[in-house]
């Protein structure tokens, strides 16, 4: 009977840490992982539209992304703001860690949403949606280029009883204050993200770097937070 004990004993603390260790991938820490791949879209991006094949009705455009980091609760995910946006406002990129599937909410100037979702393959992240009143299949396509200098976002459409994709536009950007053919600088790493530290932030006399807004105030939140899984995770990397 002791024995039956000690072994349901056993078990039942199996299961408890079992738990504890399933509830640390879930939730902030899980979309921070889930989005690491992305995490170098953080930043601004200075960009210049055109329709493809180019036409000489359509003139190019200019427009301007910004992504950041947004944290709420037990939630984390990437934003993004259009300033002159052609055809979007704003967006949200996030990680859904059931269906290992990125999902990308876009909001046009009209309001109206579209959902799409798909993967990141060969440093390319490609997510699809169906309009099926429309009875027409969308693709984005957007990766990083130039040394992650460059940016470059694509808008595909095709019937949906078709299967090739034909590009419809493409916004290609710089990243704000950098220029083509300068080294990043990785020594700066995000304490929130991982990402590019591109501000400072200070506590207890120490500076530490974020790479937007979002996680500046994350920071600023909690900052005893952050720093210990900061310092954590550079120990896991050596």
């Known amino acids: 009977m002791k024995r ?33 791949p992305l995490n170098d879209f953080v930043g601004e991006w200075n960009g210049t539209g055109g329709a493809l094949p180019a036409k000489p009705t359509n003139p190019a455009w200019k427009e301007n992304i910004n992504w ?21 406002k704003s967006g949200e990129l996030r990680y859904l860690a059931d269906k290992k599937k990125f ?7 009209d309001d109206k949403q579209a959902v799409f979702e798909g993967d990141v393959k ?12 429309k009875k027409e299949d969308y693709q984005i396509t957007m990766n990083l280029a130039g040394d992650g200098i460059r940016m470059i976002f694509t808008f595909w459409k095709k019937p949906s009883d078709k299967k090739l994709y034909a590009r419809v536009y493409q916004v290609a950007s710089n990243r704000a204050g950098e220029s083509l053919g300068a080294a990043k600088d990785k020594m700066r790493e995000c304490v929130v993200s991982g990402g590019l530290g591109t501000m400072a932030v200070s506590f207890k006399g120490t500076t530490y770097y974020v790479c937007c807004s979002g996680c500046r105030d994350a920071f600023n939140e909690n900052p005893e937070k952050y720093i210990k899984e900061f310092e954590a995770a550079k120990k896991n990397k050596k």
Not at 15 to 21: N, Y
Not at 68 to 88: E, P, Q, R, T, V
Not at 103 to 109: A, W
């Open 122 to 133: 060969d440093e390319i992240l490609t997510v699809e949606s169906t309009d099926k009143a």
């Open 68 to 88: 950041g980091w947004k944290f709420k609760g037990d939630d984390a995910w990437m934003a993004l703001d259009f300033k002159n946006g052609k055809y979007y």
């Open 4 to 36: 039956l004990l000690g072994l349901g004993t056993l078990l039942a603390l199996i299961v408890a840490v079992t738990t504890c260790v399933a509830a640390e991938k879930t939730g902030v820490a899980a979309a921070k992982v889930g989005l690491q």
């Open 103 to 109: 999902q990308l909410t876009l909001t046009d100037k």
